[in-house]
C-alpha cells in the first residue's frame, strides 16, 4: 500500500512539473506575440484579427463547449488587450 501511495504522489509530481512547463511555455508564447502585434500597424493588426475569427470554428451558441468559449474569450483578449 504504501509502495502505491509512493508511485501515486511520483507521478502526481511529475504531472505537476509537466504542467508547469507547459504554462511557461504558453506564457513566453503571449509575451512574444504581444511583441508582435506592437509592431503591427492598425490595418495589418485588423488584418490577422479578421484571418484569426475567420480560421476558428463557426460559433454554435448552444452546441459551443466550454473550452472553445474559453479558447475564443482568450484570443480575443490577446488581440484587443494585449498583455502589458
Known sequence: MKNLVAELLLRLAEKEEASKELVVQI??????????????????????????????PPAAPVAESADAVLLRNYIEKLLKYPRQ
Request: glycine content about 0%; charged content about 20%; hydrophobic content about 55%.
Open 27 to 56: 506564457e513566453a508564447l503571449e509575451i512574444v506575440l504581444t511583441a508582435m502585434l506592437r509592431q503591427l500597424d492598425a490595418e495589418q493588426h485588423h488584418q490577422i484579427a479578421s484571418a484569426i475569427k475567420n480560421a476558428m
